[in-house]
């Protein structure tokens, strides 16, 4: 049965344990789970889920901000990128996935910090 969502929030499972505001991907199955550097992400967990647990996503092509795990320091207003642990960070190669913009600045790993959300096309 199709099903679609007129909020910037959607509940998903979780295929594994995610923490609250990381970065997750969608599985083959329709679950979620932490994105990995390189992953497409689809949102943030907003609450943290055991495996196989309901999870509320805020989703990235949506209006408004939301909070973000940082993988190190970050510049505000810069341009973040999906890292690893479903972290984000300004520093980038030529791989990772664009996900917003930097409301305010991080000071180190586990910070923290409000984002800007968008889709990245690449």
Aim: glycine residues 8%; charged residues 20%; negative net charge.
């Amino acid at each position: 049965m199709s099903q679609y969502v007129e909020t910037s929030t959607k509940s998903f499972i979780a295929g594994a344990t995610i923490a609250a505001n990381t970065l997750v991907k969608l599985t083959a199955v329709g679950k979620v789970e932490t994105a990995e550097l390189d992953d497409a992400p689809i949102g943030v967990a907003l609450e943290p889920a055991a495996a196989n647990g309901h999870v509320a996503v805020k989703l990235l092509n949506c209006d408004g901000t939301v909070k973000m795990i940082a993988a190190g320091a970050i510049s505000a207003n810069a341009k973040v990128y999906c890292k690893n642990d479903g972290k984000c960070d300004d520093t980038t190669s030529s791989s990772e996935i664009a996900v917003g913009y930097a409301l305010e600045a991080a000071g180190a790993d586990g910070d923290i910090i409000e984002v800007l959300p968008f889709i990245s096309q690449s």
